[in-house]
């Protein structure tokens, strides 16, 4: 079955807990928008991978991430890895609250909530590259998927 609301995955934490604190007022914008969601708020790292695998298991493919760069990169990852779907079948936004917001600004989401859901209500989608990395934590072998950049070190020794 698919359900044509949307599931939002909001990070309290983002933004310097700045998405738990203006999540009343982007809930409201939703609700005033028209706009069916169901939301769900992460616990730790990486729980919004797991939680986009789950939601999409139930036939979400409308996923929105109230959050930053980590948040997003995460619901990116929880899409790629899941089986349901096709991920170009999946929409996929953001409301950017986080501290960078690289993601958001390269594709000019606007920091104002109500311009970031009138992009949503409006249907303003674009088609997103994205890669794969392969790497060892320990013995086991990962994989995770970049949408924007991938940082191995060299980026923040640059920026030092």
């Known amino acids: 079955m698919f359900r044509e609301d949307w599931l939002v995955i ?3 934490n983002a933004g310097r807990r700045k998405a738990s604190d203006d999540w009343k007022t982007i809930s409201a914008l939703l609700v005033e928008n028209n706009i069916p969601f169901r939301s769900i708020f992460t616990a730790h790292a990486e729980h919004a991978i797991r939680l986009t695998e ?5 036939g979400f493919k409308n996923i929105l991430a109230i959050g930053g760069d980590g948040t997003f990169n995460e619901v990116a990852n929880g899409i790629l890895s899941q089986r349901r779907y096709p991920s170009k079948d999946i ?3 953001l409301i950017p609250v986080g501290t960078g917001n690289d993601w958001a600004r390269m594709y000019g989401i606007p920091f104002s909530y109500q311009e970031a859901v009138a992009l949503i209500k409006n249907a303003n989608t ?10 060892y934590d320990g013995p086991r072998k990962k994989k995770r998927y970049i949408i924007n950049n991938a940082g191995i070190g060299l980026d923040a020794l640059v920026a030092k």
């Open 54 to 58: 789950a939601y999409i298991k139930k």
């Open 10 to 12: 909001v990070n309290p």
């Open 91 to 93: 929409n996929m936004a």
């Open 126 to 135: 674009k088609l997103q590259d994205a890669s794969v990395v392969h790497y």
